[in-house]
C-alpha cells in the first residue's frame, strides 16, 4: 500500500523546545538537522513517499508535526494542543492535508495531540495524559468516525512512549499496561524495566524503526519476527521528542 508521510525539519529556534531532558542544555541543532535527514532516508527506504515542509523557525517544536492532527481513512482532525505556545504549528500541516483529507479541528474545551493517539487495524486508542483529555477524544471519534478507545494516564506527556502498535496484532507496551482490557486481544511485548519509555517506534510494513538506544527492547522486538533498524534521534531526545513524533503518515 502506497503511503505518505509528512515531514519537517527543525527550525532556528528548535533550542527553545518545550523540555524537561536534563541534557536539553547540549542540544546541538546541525546534529538534529542530520538526524532528521536520516530519519527521512529510512522512511524513503521503505517506501514512504514524503512531503517535505519547509523549517518552521517561529515555533521552536514545530518539526514533531505528529502532535499537530490525526488521520484516518478520508478524514483528519487538526488537533488543539495543550501548550498553547504550541497551537500554530498546525497551520501549514493543515494546508498540506486539505488536499487529501475532509478536515476538522478540535474546539475548546478539548485537547489532543497525536503523541497520544495509537492506530490499531479498525480503531484507536487515545491516551488521556497531560496533553490530551476525554473531550479531545470524543470530538476525534465523532469526526473520525471510528471507535476510540481511552487509556487514562495523567501521570505521562504522551502515551507513545509507553504504548504502541507494531503491526501483525503485536503491540509494544509498558508493564503498567498489563492486563488493560483493551490490550488482551494482542500480542504483547512488554518493555524491559531499564527502558521503560521505549515504546515509541515507527513500524513500515513489518520494519520497526528504533532508537539505538533501545537494544534490549529491539532484541523483544526482533523475537516477534519483526525487522528492526536503528536510528540515532539523541537530538530529538533531549527535546522529549522521539520517533513518531517526527512524521505523520497517511
Known sequence: MSRRAIVRPPGAKFKRCLS???????????????????????LRDLGVDLIELE?????????????????HGNRAIITRMAKESRRGESKRVEEILSEFKQIRSVIEPG????GDV??????????????????????????????????EDLTIMHIKSHLSYLGRNTVLLNERYVGNPILEP???????????????????DGVVIMSIRHRMTAELVKAEGFE???????EFEKCDGALTCLSIVF
Open 111 to 114: 485537547t489532543l495531540e497525536g
Open 55 to 71: 523549517p518552521d523557525h517561529e515555533y521552536p517544536d514545530a518539526c514533531f508535526v505528529e502532535d499537530t492532527v490525526v488521520v
Open 186 to 204: 494482542y500480542t504483547q511485548i512488554v518493555l524491559p524495566s531499564e527502558e521503560s519509555h521505549s515504546a515509541n517506534t515507527v513500524s513500515v
Open 118 to 151: 495509537i492506530h490499531l487495524p479498525n480503531s484507536l486508542i487515545c491516551g488521556i495524559t497531560k496533553r490530551s483529555n476525554h473531550e479531545g477524544a470524543m470530538q476525534m471519534e465523532k469526526w473520525l468516525e471510528v471507535p476510540v478507545h481511552c487509556i
Open 20 to 42: 524537561s531532558h536534563p541534557l536539553h542544555h547540549t542540544l546541538n541543532i546541525e546534529l538534529a538537522l542530520e538526524q532528521h535527514k536520516t530519519y527521512c532516508h529510512t
Open 228 to 234: 528492526v533498524v536503528y536510528l540515532d534521534m539523541s
